[in-house]
């Protein structure tokens, strides 16, 4: 397609195809992943982690995921782009969620908006696609619920979890949710919960039979050194390409051998 809709990613699950998903929080890198091919682009909460420096997905607001997503939605031409309702945002009630998602969507023009919860969040999500904001459900980790969860824990291990993950799944599905995400979840639950769905689904430490897939653009791309999650695969490794690109500038500077004469007038 020219530009996705929610109508290809059905179109995916239904056929048996599958899709990628990226974060991104600005313009450049949003064409780049444009270009790359990327369906989905998502300005996620963890743009407090990986741009603003905060250490969890707590201190960011709706101000800051509408800023970043105007950076994004300006960038993208074929992307379907979706954005992340921030903790405090939207979990008083449908109307507070409401309030918030026009408002994403109006000053942004993303696509969808993501929330994260379960069954609990039904009402909310009913009310967002009522209102004409199309909605994906995060369930699994949570990361906005880290101080309930007891910090970054594989969520559906036992059996109870599992079926309450399934019946959670479908909930959100029931009201209106076009795509599920599941962040740190045992392989095998997953595929129960994509099998039991009919709209598609997109997983983070998920295992592969999701129908898409979502990392953070910065783990996948190595731009950060030390601990990453099991689940991050870095592709590249940007650390080494930044460091030794600027370390070489610097040495230049410091020499005089840059700027020589070709980047004078
Ligand atoms: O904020 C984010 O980056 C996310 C993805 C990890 C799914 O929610
Ligand atoms: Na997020």
Not at 61 to 74: E, H, K
Not at 75 to 97: C, H, I, K, M, N
Not at 135 to 143: Q, S, Y
């Amino acid at each position: 397609p020219r530009k996705f809709r929610t109508v290809h990613f059905q179109q995916a699950k239904d056929e048996g195809r599958r899709f990628a998903m990226l974060t991104c929080y600005d313009a450049i890198t949003a064409g780049l992943f444009d270009q790359s091919g990327i369906e989905m682009l998502l300005i996620g909460d963890s743009v407090g982690n990986t741009v603003l420096g905060h250490a969890t997905t707590l201190p960011v607001t709706l101000d800051d995921i509408i800023t970043f997503s105007q950076a994004v939605v300006r960038g993208t031409e074929r992307a379907f782009v979706v954005a992340d309702l921030p903790f405090g945002s939207y979990e008083v009630s449908p109307a507070q969620a409401v309030e918030s998602g026009v408002r994403l969507v109006k000053e942004s023009g993303i696509s969808a908006v993501k929330i994260e919860g379960g069954s609990e969040y039904t009402d909310h999500v009913r009310a967002l696609v009522s209102a004409g904001v199309a909605v994906i459900g995060h369930i699994g980790f949570t990361p906005q619920s880290e101080n309930v969860l007891g910090g970054y824990r594989i969520q559906g291990r036992d059996d109870d979890a599992a079926a309450a993950m399934v019946e959670d799944a479908l909930a959100l599905q029931e009201a209106g949710a076009f795509a599920i995400l599941m962040e740190m979840v045992p392989a095998a639950v997953a595929r129960r919960v994509d099998e039991a769905l009919r709209v598609p689904t997109i997983g983070i430490g998920a295992g592969s039979d999701t129908t898409g897939q979502v990392l953070v653009w910065q783990d996948m791309l190595g731009l950060r050194q030390g601990k990453m999650a099991r689940f991050v695969k870095q592709y590249a490794q940007l650390h080494t390409v930044v460091t030794d690109a600027v370390s070489t500038y610097h040495r230049e500077v410091l020499e005089g051998s840059f700027p020589s004469e070709e980047h004078g007038y």
